[in-house]
């Protein structure tokens, strides 16, 4: 979490309204609406501000208004058998179309023990790990992977040709929280290097490398270099092969693949969003896949034995000085515990950015302390 000294925090409840009454104002549908707040507010509720409230006016409104993005959402079932479907989201609301793909992944699991689907033409669809959580939540195994607008170079090269492109993972356990791996798999994503920038910090060597291979630090030039192509963030592992950033290339392909070449959508510098100079959609792909643990084994069993992975991991030996060993999942529960009385810490950047969404569209009962 990286949160301003001196970030104002406001409930949860009341920026989960205003959010959703902003995408209602720029025309989304009430229910749709209600689907893109809940997933915003989800990941600041875990402490994941890289894709919360802070995303709301450059990745949605701004792009909605832009044209970009459409406000109603298309869901179109192209092809489908008992386990599989191919959905088209006619670049659509892609909260709205990630929540029904999963849905519907897990509905077919439900009766066939294994549910797929995979998406062409969506949008930005937040936090992967939401949907993860609800094939969890369904006492499923769940996995889901996207891929974004180039921005990741392969090892040994400069050009950013992937996207951050998260793979995701989320299962039940006997614990108070889920197991939930939520990774980009680069070393860091543009939402993180977007909140450093607001809170004019500059980022860690190794995150980003210039045309000639050399680490980038500062986060505001860095995010224009993304965009002008002359600059690319570092696959998972880092920079080269001797830390294995091999490794989070070839993931990262990996998930590029399984977001494009099954639906047949777009892929690497078709994302870009610029054509003949002008800003168009960014096509995205994701796909979603549920596993019913009830079909494999009893959901107390599975449970029960990955909540004994996860505690036996906790308790094996620290490294000196180290004060505890964590999980997948563990700090966001703890985030949780931490922000439910709280809310969402705002920093000035983002609580700038809410007032003129605020006034622009003329939600004046929305009085916030800043």
């Not at 939401?130 to 090269?157: H, K, Q």
């Not at 030039?221 to 989070?248: C, F, H």
């Not at 709280?342 to 009085?367: C, F, S």
Request: with cysteine; aromatic share 8%.
């Amino acid at each position: 979490m990286e949160i301003e000294k001196g970030a104002k925090w406001v409930k949860f409840d009341i920026m989960e309204n205003f959010m959703r009454d902003v995408f209602k104002g720029l025309g989304v549908p009430a229910a749709e609406a209600a689907v893109c707040a809940d997933v915003l507010i989800t990941a600041d509720k875990l402490g994941i501000d890289s894709h919360g409230i802070s995303r709301l006016k450059p990745i949605y409104y701004d792009r909605i208004k832009q044209g970009i993005q459409l406000a109603k959402t298309r869901f179109e079932v192209v092809k489908q058998t008992p386990a599989i479907a191919v959905i088209d989201g006619h670049n659509g609301m892609g909260h709205v179309i990630a929540e029904r793909a999963m849905a519907l992944a897990i509905k077919k699991a439900q009766k066939y023990g294994l549910g797929m689907t995979a998406v062409r033409n969506s949008t930005h669809y937040g936090i992967a790990g939401y949907y993860a959580l609800m094939a969890a939540r369904a006492g499923m195994i769940g996995i889901t992977g996207t891929n974004a607008r180039p921005s990741v170079a392969p090892t040994f090269g400069t050009e950013n040709m992937l996207g951050t492109n998260a793979l995701t993972f989320g299962m039940p356990t006997d614990e108070a929280f889920p197991f939930l791996l939520d990774c980009a798999t680069s070393t860091t994503q543009r939402g993180k290097i977007e909140v450093y920038a607001k809170l004019g910090k500059k980022m860690p060597k190794g995150w980003a490398i210039d045309k000639k291979g050399g680490s980038k630090t500062d986060s505001v030039a860095v995010l224009k270099d993304l965009m002008a192509g002359t600059a690319a963030l570092v696959p998972l592992g880092g920079i080269g092969e001797e830390l294995a950033g091999y490794k989070g290339y070839g993931y990262s392909t990996v998930v590029e693949i399984l977001s494009a070449a099954l639906q047949q959508g777009a892929y690497m510098k078709m994302l870009l969003g610029i054509k003949d100079g002008k800003k168009i959609p960014y096509p995205l792909g994701h796909f979603f896949l549920a596993i019913k643990i009830r079909a494999f084994t009893s959901l107390p069993a599975f449970k029960k034995t990955i909540g004994d992975i996860l505690r036996g991991l906790r308790a094996s030996k620290k490294m000196p000085g180290a004060k505890r060993i964590y999980t997948a999942g563990e700090k966001e529960h703890l985030a949780w515990l931490y922000r439910r009385n709280k809310g969402v810490p705002l920093n000035k950047e983002t609580r700038k950015e809410i007032l003129a969404m605020r006034d622009e569209l003329g939600l004046i009962k929305y009085k916030f302390p800043f």
